[in-house]
């Protein structure tokens, strides 16, 4: 399926850089920013304002990155899903038993390799144009789905590791996700100071 692009950053790409950053702020909507933020950095430097995919979760909208694909193609449509190779439920991102946290890493059937598998967008410029170098920089959690991997649990690391990839003499995609304001938003709130403070 043949998805459609988006004007303005076919626009902004057209030129050859040596550095593409996607950042990913989890949870950093443009509803959340009106309300915390509204006149702030993310507002002033505003170019265009796109929606999430359906449904709008942080598995659907992470896998989506990752593959390029809706959620309705790649099978990731939620946290947590049933599958009847396991006759229980998962949860999608860390891959364990949903209900009691066991790890389902001895099954007989990985459903991760087989029936929700995609290939990575970090395959997908590789492939296209094999003088790019894709990477990623993701939490400690995370799985790895990028030959070059770096591991980055907060937003300081995660920029040290952007510069310090920027750095190196080579054309490169780097794909990089930050957990935050998402995990705070859950904890304490859409309003909260915490919220407010990492914003």
């Known amino acids: 399926m043949c998805q459609q ?3 303005v950053l076919d626009e902004k790409l057209s030129k050859k850089y040596k550095n593409v950053v996607l950042l990913i702020l989890d949870g950093m909507g443009e509803h959340i920013l009106n309300n915390v933020s509204p006149n702030g950095f993310f507002e002033k430097n505003k170019v265009d304002c796109i929606t999430s995919v359906y449904p709008s979760t942080t598995t659907a909208a992470l896998t989506t990155y990752y593959s390029g694909k809706p959620p309705f193609e790649t099978g990731w449509i939620a946290w947590s899903q049933y599958f009847k190779e396991y ?17 389902i890493e001895k099954a007989k059937i990985n459903v991760f390799k087989t029936v929700v598998n995609y290939k990575t967008i970090f395959e997908q410029i590789e492939e ?9 920089i993701t939490p400690s959690y995370s799985d790895k789905r990028s030959l070059r991997s ?9 920029i040290s ?5 920027c750095n190196i003499p080579e054309e490169k995609f780097i794909f990089a996700y930050c957990d935050k304001p998402d995990s705070e938003l859950h904890k304490f709130g859409t ?7 990492n914003i």
Do not use: C, F, Q
């Open 161 to 165: 590791s952007i510069k310090m990839l």
């Open 191 to 197: 309003t909260s100071d915490e919220v407010k403070g």
């Open 128 to 136: 296209a144009s094999p003088e790019i170098k894709a990477y990623e």
């Open 150 to 158: 770096i591991k980055a649990d907060s937003i300081d690391e995660i």
């Open 5 to 7: 692009s988006i004007k």
């Open 87 to 103: 006759g229980r439920a998962l949860d999608m991102l860390p891959h364990r038993e949903s209900y009691n946290g066991d790890s």
